[in-house]
């Protein structure tokens, strides 16, 4: 049988900020570990985008060393205390677990994040040292998971990193986006910590593309430059009455919580969210924005989402907690006007019935409207949670660099280089809204073929 | 970023000049750039109102209205601002297009005082119409005197200049003279009496909007005003926009929402409640 996460009580939880899964004990990891058939060809490694020797550091774990465990998984993931916690392990390791074919699949995400938990609770975790010092500067932009982990492994390379981020705190989504109940900014930040050890430099509050170009960068002595500034332009409807009042992106909501902490007496940034708050979409960004809605106290909290239950993108897990918390759900029902009061704020959610039409060419069935069919939801907070597009700021500031049909940066697939030479791109800035340990991933990629680059220059 | 000078230009105004070499490097006229003046602060917009690239500064001038805003203006010279980010949006675009009405009310002196001279330095003939509530408001008078080619004073309460509003002016030179821009930085309702005006004269005009912001670099969405029938950013793909495709009505409303919150943390600062 599968550990089951301990964790806080719904009607508890749903009052407070504090993270909401509690973590295994040392008992329980061990006991979970040992579920681990160590297969010969271990399926969950082709789902790990990052490809972590999980039969490896699960046989550690299982055998009562969870120090070398971590530093296992570290030789593929610098995040794990992250990925364990907000990977969607269902369609990655998990989900090609062999066990999960009969039965519960290994709680890889949870051993992994017990391991990094329990290395830093005890104070002993791998202490990382660059392989040699190179007399190179790289220029790391965006401090998100792409740029977290470009910039890790460029430091162990022995390259003088900087990292420019353009807010006043470092962590890109990780930081303004994921609420506090499920990634501990605490953990954020211990993350980064531990990456500035190796010797990289975060500046905070530079804007590349306006404070400073990738000209000024190359200037400045830098030998290559990686981007990874994700994608945080928010999509809107395109609606009537979208820029009433009381209608926020999920993104501005998120960060006038999680960076700006409004919902702190001690901070200033205000926020509010009235009584019943109708959330647009059904990914990970929705359930972050329902969830942190029903914390900040609104009594009613529901999703709106034009597909089916079926189609939700959003993590298996936050959608069962976002139900035991009591959000509410709407589906099949597709908002099409946000009409407001006398002074000019939301007070009604006016949506569509939709039913599942003929499945398209990806086997997707697509929503269809279901003529004259409306219904109209009260709500006085309207959050729209729908996706986001490419950030347009360093991207017009920048002669040269070739983008995709829908405006991300192209890159060459063999080793993520730009257009320009010595330009490389990686995480959501380049694929669209993905996972974090997608980008992870594609950043350590991008790091390695910074340095192969750098190599060959030199030869020449 | 060091505060190496403070002026208080009038009542609750003051004027800072800070050790900012970077963006001083860049900073075009009609950007902004949004500050943190302490830990747990908000990120608050100010244009920047002038730059000075040699020597590495540029100015801002502070309107104390709300708790951050008064908070700032008690910094002194030699303390920092926590953060600086910028220079933030798009630069005004300056061409040489002949008379160019410069229209100023309260506060909006100061970021138009570098679009005036530019604008003067291209080879335009500027005239300008100042106003504030009373002469002791009235701020930058010297420097904006050195830009124009003419200058009117309004006053609301006709402590000095003319006893009226900004716009009485305004008709009254546009019904004399063929201005080719009008350019208008103050409060909201002033630009939207401004836009009304120089649409029936069919003249060009530009305005700076201080939509309410979270992050300044198009993250948030929280800046989105509606030009045209299109929802543009405020922080980039503004602050300047054609005031003719601004839809005011829908800004107003949206930069009172707080209202009512901002008021109570201010009360609560006042009577040092928490905090
Ligand atoms: C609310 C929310 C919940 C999510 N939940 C999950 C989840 O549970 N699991 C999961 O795997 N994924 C989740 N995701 C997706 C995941 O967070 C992203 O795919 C991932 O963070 C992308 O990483 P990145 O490094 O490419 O970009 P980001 O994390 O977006 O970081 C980019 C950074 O670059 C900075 N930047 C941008 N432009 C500039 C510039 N011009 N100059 C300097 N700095 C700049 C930004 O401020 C930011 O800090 C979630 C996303 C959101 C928004
Ligand atoms: C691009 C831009 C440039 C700006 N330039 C300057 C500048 O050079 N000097 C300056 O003093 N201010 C400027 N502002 C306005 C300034 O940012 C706000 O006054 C400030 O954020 C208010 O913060 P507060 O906490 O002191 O007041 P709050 O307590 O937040 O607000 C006090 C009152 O002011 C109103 N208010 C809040 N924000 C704004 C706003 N953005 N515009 C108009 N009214 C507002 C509120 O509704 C409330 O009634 C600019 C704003 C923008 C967006
Ligand atoms: S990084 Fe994510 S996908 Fe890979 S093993 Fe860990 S939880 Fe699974
Ligand atoms: S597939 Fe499952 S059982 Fe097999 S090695 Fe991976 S975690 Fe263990
Ligand atoms: S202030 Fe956030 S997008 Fe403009």
């Known amino acids: ?460 | 970023m060091r505060i190496v000078e403070k002026r208080i230009l009038a009542k609750g105004i003051c004027l800072f000049v800070i050790e900012a070499p970077l963006i001083a490097k860049k900073a075009e006229p009609g950007q902004f750039v949004i500050v943190r003046h302490k830990e747990n602060g908000e990120r608050i917009p100010l244009t920047i109102a002038d730059y000075n690239r040699d020597q590495g500064t540029i100015t801002l001038v502070c309107h104390g209205i709300g708790k951050s805003t008064q908070e700032i203006n008690q910094l002194n010279q030699g303390d920092s601002f926590l953060d600086v980010l910028g220079p933030l949006g798009l630069a005004m675009p300056i061409e040489k297009v002949g008379k160019v009405l410069c229209v100023a009310g309260g506060l909006g002196v100061a970021p138009m005082y570098p679009i005036t001279r530019i604008l003067k330095a291209a080879g335009n003939h500027i005239i300008s119409i100042i106003g504030a509530r009373s002469q002791e408001m009235l701020i930058m008078t010297e420097e904006m005197e050195a830009v124009s080619n003419q200058i009117h004073y309004c006053t609301d309460d006709g402590s000095f200049g003319h006893h009226g509003f900004v716009t009485d002016v305004l008709s009254q030179v546009l019904q004399e003279q063929e201005i080719d821009l009008v350019v208008a930085i103050g409060p909201l309702p002033m630009m939207a009496a401004v836009a009304k005006i120089t649409k029936e004269f069919a003249v060009p005009t530009q305005v700076s909007l201080n939509a309410l912001m979270v992050d300044g670099t198009g993250m948030c969405g929280g800046c989105r005003v509606t030009i045209g029938e299109k929802t543009k950013f405020a922080c980039v793909d503004g602050p300047v926009f054609d005031a003719h495709q601004v839809n005011f009505a829908e800004l107003l409303s949206r930069q009172n929402f707080y209202r009512d919150q901002e008021q109570a943390a201010l009360h609560q600062c006042r009577i040092g409640v928490g905090r």
């Open chain 1, 1 to 460: 049988m599968r550990q089951a996460m301990p964790k806080q009580a719904a009607e508890e939880r749903a009052q407070n900020f504090a993270e909401v899964a509690l973590g295994y004990t040392l008992e329980q990891a061990i006991a979970e570990a040992n579920r681990c058939l160590q297969c010969k060809r271990p399926l969950c490694v082709e789902g790990c985008p990052v490809h972590i020797d999980i039969p490896g550091f699960l046989k550690l774990l299982a055998e009562g060393n969870p120090i070398p465990a971590l530093a296992k998984i570290k030789e593929q993931n610098s995040l794990p205390a992250i990925c364990g916690r907000v990977c969607p392990q269902e369609n990655q390791c998990e989900g090609r677990c062999v066990v999960g074919i009969k039965g519960d699949p290994i709680a890889i995400g949870n051993l992994e994040r017990f391991v990094a938990d329990y290395a830093r609770e005890v104070g002993q975790e791998p202490v990382l040292t660059p392989a040699q010092s190179l007399d190179k500067k790289v220029a790391v932009i965006g401090s998100g998971p792409a740029g977290l982990a470009a910039a890790a492994d460029l430091a162990q390379f022995g390259y003088q990193v900087t990292v420019f981020e353009s807010l006043h705190a470092a962590g890109g989504v990780l930081r303004y986006g994921i609420p506090e109940f499920r990634l501990p900014k605490d953990i954020v930040q211990h993350e980064i910590d531990a990456i500035s050890e190796l010797g990289v430099e975060i500046v905070t509050n530079h804007l590349i593309g306006q404070t400073l170009t990738l000209d000024d960068l190359f200037e400045a002595g830098y030998s290559a430059i990686f981007i990874g500034t994700g994608a945080g332009l928010p999509n809107f409807l395109n609606i009537p009455g979208e820029n009433l009042n009381g209608v926020y992106s999920a993104n501005e909501f998120l960060t006038r919580v999680n960076l700006m902490k409004a919902y702190l007496p001690e901070y200033d940034t205000p926020i509010k969210v009235g009584q019943k708050v109708a959330v647009v979409g059904a990914g990970n960004v929705a359930m972050d924005a329902a969830r942190t809605a029903k914390r900040l106290g609104a009594e009613e909290v529901r999703i709106v989402y034009r597909r089916s239950r079926q189609e939700m993108p959003a993590r298996l897990e936050e959608i069962e907690n976002a139900e035991e918390e009591g959000i509410l759900f709407s589906l099949l029902t597709n908002p099409v006007e946000m009409i407001g009061d006398e002074s000019n704020t939301v007070k009604v959610l006016r949506c569509q019935r939709m039913t599942l039409g003929e499945p398209d060419q990806s086997g997707r069935r697509n929503p269809v409207p279901v003529p004259n069919e409306y219904i109209d939801l009260s709500a006085d907070t309207v959050i729209v949670a729908i996706g986001q597009g490419p950030n347009p700021v360093l991207l017009r500031g920048t002669e040269g660099l070739a983008l995709t049909e829908r405006g991300y940066i192209k890159v060459n697939d063999e080793n993520l280089m730009t257009s320009i030479p010595g330009v490389f791109a990686a995480g959501d800035i380049v694929t669209g809204a993905a996972t974090v340990i997608q980008a992870m991933g594609a950043g350590r990629k991008a790091a390695s073929a910074i340095h192969a680059y750098l190599l060959e220059q030199e030869g020449n």
